[in-house]
């Protein structure tokens, strides 16, 4: 899928710490606990060792200090925690039910090492959520190489207190974001309106005017009722020729099945599968393109065989119980942006028959090294030098964006490497979060990687006759997904045959589900990116 002109960025290293927002004096007077306190969000923090919940994480350490005697963030100091040990204690501490005291003693290896607490134990837990950096990096800063904290005393209080005015910083800021992207999308659809009433002689379809919406998610299915990114899509030859391929290449896989299309647009895949003897598709999408897909539809006498359904497929009620196939454009920026995968795979839980398939069938996520110095140069070295002055403190905004661009092929530097695979008819929501292990195999020359590059590869297997794949690689035909570039501030020095080990965490933003934020450490840098 094309991805909507309405991004969803939010700040990386100096992202706005993800701490809840409403303080509650008193709370811990309140007999009544076990009603859940809420931050300003609606979300409570679940204590980490009892049912106990509060409205903010400063007050769940608070909490957690003073019924149970164990200081959190003493504790990462203690083992030298780094983000991932972080979140690896408190998944292990909820997971495995371990008490405060059991936590006091612990000597050697830590039990939470194993890579399988990196899974969050509680759904979109808050305390899973915050900048360790920020709650603790101020008095006790971090050691970039290893991670490690340096050791001060316990001043557990003058943490908590800066945590606290962290957070009021982190709402005001998103009050301010909130309202300016208010702004710009009311722009947007007065823009679109003006656009579409001065393009087209005919009035569109009732309700297809856009219309000024408040609401994030239906900002982002408005963007997707213009016609510009649908035909942006459809002239993506490598994408719309691989789902056709795939499609009409398999008529032993849609004869007389029923299919459900994910997120339809104009239509297009919908009516490949009905070409390809569909004996029945359902097609549903939330945004206004729908209107122009039902025109299409009947323009090509397929609306005997495709259903075409306005809505969010989590919300519509569909005119069967269950469908052998569903297909579905869903990919964003590095795979995963925009999300839309949660949607096809809740479509999966809710109506795929026994023995049906989800198609794509699988896909992979690849990162390799960059050694492009006239980027960097352009890019990072330019702030060193603006008309005679310096800027480089610009350098600090520019680096944790992640660039979507299309990569020159020489410019690549090391083999590729895995680092995620997909089976999309197994894979859970929650693994859309994940972390990985990788290595980076130089393989040119005496270069600087001066960054890291990510592209997403596509497959249509299983059961098919004609197997079908596509890839966004910079070594392959452009898409218009084109690659994902992860710059470096200060280049890293690499020799052929060197090998660089990094580790990566690709999550959701909690403030916003759409927005990926990608965690890079690579030799002895690391820094998150956010992906737009
Ligand atoms: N299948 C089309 C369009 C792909 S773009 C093609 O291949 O050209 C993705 C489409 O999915 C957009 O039109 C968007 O509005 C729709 N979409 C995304 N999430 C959805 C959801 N949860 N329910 C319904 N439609 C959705």
Redesign the pocket.
């Known amino acids: 899928?094309?991805e909507?002109t309405d991004t969803y960025h939010t700040g990386a290293d100096d992202e706005v710490p993800d701490l809840s927002h409403s303080e509650d004096e008193g709370e811990e007077d309140d007999e009544e606990w076990e009603c859940m306190e809420q931050d300003a969000d609606g979300v409570a923090v679940t204590c980490l060792f009892c049912q106990r919940s509060f409205s903010s994480v400063p007050e769940t350490f608070q909490h957690c200090q003073s019924e149970h005697g164990v200081d959190l963030l003493q504790l990462v100091k203690t083992h030298r925690l780094d983000d991932y040990g972080y979140i690896k204690m408190i998944n292990y501490v909820r997971t495995e039910k371990c008490s405060g005291e059991s936590l006091a003693v612990l000597d050697g290896a830590l039990p939470w090492d194993s890579d399988e607490y990196m899974k969050p134990a509680l759904p979109d837990d808050p305390l899973l959520q915050i900048d360790l950096e920020e709650l603790i990096g101020a008095e006790f800063p971090t050691d970039g190489a290893s991670g490690a904290q340096s050791e001060v005393g316990g001043q557990g209080g003058a943490l908590l207190q800066r945590a606290q005015q962290a957070e009021e910083r982190a709402a005001r800021s998103e009050e301010a974001l909130a309202r300016a992207m208010e702004d710009l999308h009311k722009l947007k659809m007065l823009a679109q309106g003006l656009v579409l009433s001065a393009g087209r002689s005919a009035p569109l379809c009732s309700g297809a005017v856009a219309e000024l919406r408040e609401d994030e998610d239906e900002a982002?299915?408005s963007?997707?009722?213009h016609y510009s990114?649908?035909e942006e899509?459809?002239k993506d030859t490598v994408?719309?020729e691989s789902?056709r391929d795939f499609i009409c290449g398999n008529p032993d896989v849609f004869k007389d099945k029923v299919v459900l299309?994910?997120?339809?647009?104009?239509?297009?895949?919908?009516m490949f599968a009905a070409r390809s003897g569909a004996k029945k598709v359902i097609?549903?999408?939330?945004?206004e393109?729908?209107y122009q897909a039902m025109d299409i539809v009947r323009s090509n006498q397929l609306d005997n065989t495709i259903t075409l359904i306005k809505?969010?497929?989590?919300?519509?009620d569909l005119p069967v119980e269950k469908v052998d196939i569903i297909?579905?454009?869903?990919m964003g920026y590095f795979l995963l942006f925009?999300s839309?995968l949660?949607?096809?795979l809740?479509?999966r839980d809710r109506y795929l028959a026994e023995g049906g398939s989800v198609y794509p069938d699988r896909c992979s996520i690849s990162l390799a090294a960059v050694g492009d110095t006239e980027k960097h140069d352009d890019r990072i070295a330019f702030w060193d030098d603006v008309y005679g002055f310096k800027m480089e403190c610009m350098k600090k905004a520019v680096v944790p964006e992640a660039v979507v661009e299309v990569l020159k092929p020489e410019t690549v530097i090391s083999d590729p490497t895995v680092i995620q695979t997909l089976d999309c008819n197994a894979v859970t929501i929650s693994e859309l979060e994940f972390s990985a292990d990788f290595t980076l195999k130089i393989t040119a020359g005496t270069l600087c990687t001066v960054s890291r590059v990510g592209y997403f590869d596509i497959f249509f297997d299983s059961g098919c006759t004609n197997k079908v794949m596509f890839s966004t690689s910079p070594h392959c035909t452009r898409t218009h997904w084109k690659q994902t570039v992860f710059l470096l501030e200060n280049p890293i020095p690499v020799h052929t045959g060197d090998e660089l080990p990094g580790r990566i965490v690709v999550r959701k933003n909690r403030k916003d589900p759409r927005a990926l934020l990608v965690t890079l450490g690579l030799a002895d840098r690391k820094l998150t990116y956010s992906v737009q």
């Open positions: 899928m094309a909507p982002y299915f963007s997707y009722g990114i649908h899509m459809l994408r719309t789902y299309d994910v997120g339809c647009g104009t239509g297009i895949l919908s097609a549903v999408d939330q945004s393109i729908i809505g969010r497929i989590e919300d519509v297909i579905s454009e869903w925009e839309m949660d949607s096809v809740w479509a």
